[in-house]
Nanobody, 124 residues
Framework: QVQLVESGGGLVQAGGSLRLSCAAS????????MGWFRQAPGRERERVAG????????YYAGSVKGRFTISRDDTKNTMYLQMNSLGAEHAAVYYC?????????????????WGQGTQVTVSS
């Protein structure tokens, strides 16, 4: 049984940083791309970042490029999202997801396992 468990969310002041973690179990982690998505109240879920199965390719949404860094440690079956210079626009529930392929798919439908989400709140 595949499980993804996010952690690291919380309340941070504007301009601060958080590091999200996604611990995976139940499949050969390194064979699949992984991604971070987020959903703010009243908004659709959006893709934030992705990383290929090899870890050599990454993707960032334009709104987070230069502020967020995605990485993975296959020895720990864990993916990370380092978030710096956080602002109110970054507040959302963040979800990690595991893709069905080893390249980074754009469509959420290409991700077959999802975590339960972790809340990120940014105070001004």
């Amino acid at each position: 049984q595949v499980q993804l468990v996010e952690s690291g969310g919380g309340l941070v002041q504007a301009g601060g940083s958080l590091r999200l973690s996604c611990a995976a179990s139940g499949r050969t982690f390194s064979s699949y791309a992984m991604g971070w998505f987020r959903q703010a109240p009243g908004r659709e879920r959006e893709r934030v970042a992705g990383i290929s199965g090899s870890g050599r390719s990454t993707y960032y949404a334009g709104s987070v490029k230069g502020r967020f860094t995605i990485s993975r440690d296959d020895t720990k079956n864990t993916m990370y999202l380092q978030m710096n210079s956080l602002g109110a626009e970054h507040a959302a529930v963040y979800y990690c997801a595991s893709a069905t392929v080893n390249f980074i798919p754009a469509q959420a439908s290409r991700y077959d396992y999802w975590g339960q989400g972790t809340q990120v709140t940014v105070s001004s």
